[in-house]
């Protein structure tokens, strides 16, 4: 059965703390790795994953991916408060399938 | 603006009463989504839909229903039948790609309560 475990579940941080936020899967057929971030209502995209060992970077936020141990990881660096959302993880294989999610916590 | 929009914003239905969540987009998109959430679980797909008139069933489609008259349009109706619907609903598009890779974008969401 295809799953996508994310990993912690909850994190509870201070403003300026670097954190890592990872993301393993089993999913036959690999096609795509998909980071959200969830604050209140819809998810929006950070960043879409194919190749092993390529960082994505977005401002504070980077991503890689590893398709030998099949993971990923998510980095946020200099925390702020506007971070505190769900970080939600999906693979695809022609559907995405979906990680519970990492509900992050930045403390002022 | 280019989006996706889902009505209403919450929704109270009482036990035994067939309800529908409507969603639009504008993003000229093939494909569209229904996922439910539920507190600190991830999404499951209801159902999916990659062409006008054409649906498939997802994970958790026992007591859902919907259909696909319109390119923009895909509406969900929540029956009887579903047991525990009280939940967050939310509808997503994306293009189709043979390459299986694909974002897809989100509506802001229906909170349905049965009361």
């Known amino acids: 059965e295809d799953k996508v475990v994310q990993s912690p579940l909850s994190l509870v941080v201070h403003e300026g703390d670097t954190v890592t936020l990872n993301c393993s899967y089993e999913?036959?057929?690999?096609?795509?790795l998909l980071w959200y971030k969830q604050e209140k209502k819809a998810p929006t995209f950070l960043f879409m994953l194919t190749s092993s060992g390529i960082e994505k970077k977005s401002g504070r936020l980077s991503s890689i991916l590893d398709k030998k141990e099949l993971f990923s990881i998510l980095n946020i660096t200099a925390t702020q408060t506007g971070d505190s959302a769900v970080y939600l993880c999906a693979v695809s294989n022609y559907q995405l399938i979906w990680g519970a999610g990492t509900k992050l916590i930045i403390k002022p | 603006d280019g989006g996706i929009t889902q009505s209403p914003k919450y929704l109270f239905r009482k036990e035994g009463q067939n309800v529908t969540l409507s969603c639009e987009q504008n993003?000229?998109?093939?494909?569209m989504y229904w996922y439910r959430q539920d507190p600190g679980q991830g999404l499951r797909l209801i159902y999916y839909s990659q062409i006008v008139n054409d649906f498939q069933k997802g994970d958790i489609a026992e007591g859902y229903s919907v259909s696909r008259e319109k390119k923009e349009s895909f509406p969900l109706t929540v029956t009887s039948a579903q047991k525990n619907p009280t939940a967050f609903y939310l509808c997503?598009?994306?293009?189709?790609?043979?390459?299986?890779?694909?974002?897809?974008?989100f509506g802001p969401g229906t909170r349905l309560t049965v009361l």
């Open positions: 999913v036959t057929n690999f096609r795509s």
């Open positions: 993003l000229n998109h093939d494909a």
């Open positions: 997503a598009s994306s293009i189709v790609s043979g390459q299986g890779a694909y974002e897809q974008f």
